[in-house]
């Protein structure tokens, strides 16, 4: 178990970093078909704006951040470069990575106040952190060696997405 599941309230309820306004536009994602045990946060992008929304689970206290999406590269005329996730840190799913900006709660935040950070344009991380690593990765075919890998990255997933919002 990694997130328990959340209803509509208690995500609205979680976000630290929004106002009323903001809160009640937010759209959320079809919370029914969501694999919640394979999930380490609640990530999804807004249908509408160029905003993304991360909800963790921290001590048991649903806590969200809303999250700007800066302009993709391709806009500036530039390819667009790849980069690596902060929070899953894959090193092959480099070509969907976003910098994502989060005003900080409270004080900090009304005067303008924001964090950035690199993460999955979809936030697919616990995807990415559950994927069969590859052999070079790994250095081995065992399967506990394999098994163990992957409860790393999960881990470390966990513990720098939760980091992230917990100091917004
Ligand atoms: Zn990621």
């Known amino acids: 178990m990694h997130v328990n599941p ?25 919370l029914e078909s969501l694999d919640w045990d394979r999930l380490e946060y609640l990530g999804w992008r807004d ?14 206290v649903a806590t969200g951040v809303i999250l700007r999406a800066a302009p993709p590269a391709t806009a500036l005329g530039g390819r667009r470069r790849s980069a690596i996730c902060a929070w899953c840190e894959d090193p092959i799913e480099t070509q969907d990575v976003s910098l994502y900006v989060a005003k900080r709660g409270g004080a900090a935040g009304r005067k303008g106040d924001t964090v950035g950070t690199l993460i999955c344009t979809e936030f697919i991380c616990s995807k990415n952190v559950r994927r069969k690593p590859t052999f070079t990765e790994l250095g081995s075919d065992d399967p506990t060696a394999r098994e163990q890998f992957i409860a790393r990255r999960i881990e470390g997933l966990r513990s720098r997405s939760a980091k992230f919002v917990a100091a917004i």
Not at 10 to 21: H, L, P, T, Y
Request: glycine share 2%; hydrophobic share 35%; net charge negative.
């Open 6 to 30: 959340l209803t509509e309230n208690e995500i609205r309820n979680s976000f630290v970093n929004a106002s009323k306004r903001e809160v009640s536009q937010a759209s959320l994602p079809d």
């Open 47 to 60: 249908s509408k704006r160029p905003l993304g929304y991360a909800v963790v689970v921290i001590d048991d």
